[in-house]
Antibody, heavy 118, light 108 residues
């Protein structure tokens, strides 16, 4: 069974760093791209970027370039999304999802809620 | 980037009725790479339709997708109680990928 399991909710202060994770199982982790999305309260989903764990090829939505870093450790079948200095506006639910061979997102993590507040 | 406009924002219907959701793109989507996702409260989205009209694995036949170019439609032929949720369209034919703001399908 394909599963993506994300790390738990986080509460952080502005300026702090954070790294959240997305662990894949039940499939060949290195053969599928992993997308990251942001879901702001009361808003739609936003595509942040994607990584191919096989060779760590990473692409960012220009809107998020320089704001976050996407990485992966294929030895532990885990992808990451990290911030070096959080802002209150980063408060959101973050999802990882597997990109199917047809390009859509066929399996999703359960989401990680990030709250940034002083 | 391509802007996806979903309408209506909220759709109030009763079980057994037919639902028609629209997704309009600001420019033509390459290869009609348009997907529809359903999201229920407290859950992650799940894919219903990809490639504008192909049903994902395990999705009931009452869900169908149509359209091409800039205009796409998700139709639910006969609403079941479990279909009341938020529906998002996503285009993945042009970079960067984008989502619509969603249609909230609520029980009338």
């Amino acid at each position: 069974e394909v599963q993506l399991v994300q790390s738990g909710a986080e509460v952080k202060k502005p300026g702090e760093s954070l790294k959240i994770s997305c662990k894949g199982s039940g499939y060949s982790f290195t053969d599928f791209w992993i997308d990251w999305m942001r879901h702001l309260p009361g808003k739609g989903l936003e595509y942040m970027g994607v990584i191919y764990p096989g060779d760590s090829d990473t692409r960012y939505n220009p809107s998020f370039q320089g704001q976050v870093t996407i990485s992966a450790d294929k030895s532990i079948t885990t992808a990451y999304l990290q911030w070096s200095s959080l802002k209150a506006s980063d408060t959101a639910m973050y999802y990882c999802a597997r990109r199917s061979r047809t390009g859509n997102l066929d399996f999703w993590g359960q989401g990680t809620l990030v709250t940034v507040s002083s | 980037e391509i802007v996806l406009t979903q309408s209506p924002g909220t759709l109030s219907l009763s079980p057994g009725e037919r639902a028609t959701l629209s997704c309009r793109a600001s420019q033509s989507i390459n290869n009609n790479y348009l997907a529809w996702y359903q999201q229920k409260p407290g859950q992650a989205p799940r894919v219903l339709i990809y490639g504008a009209s192909s049903r994902a694995t395990g999705i009931p036949a009452r869900f169908s997708g149509s359209g091409s170019g800039t205009d796409f439609t998700l139709t639910i032929s006969r609403l079941e109680p479990e279909d009341f949720a938020v529906y998002y369209c996503q285009q993945y034919g042009n970079s960067p990928r984008t989502f619509g703001l969603g249609t909230n399908l609520e029980i009338k």
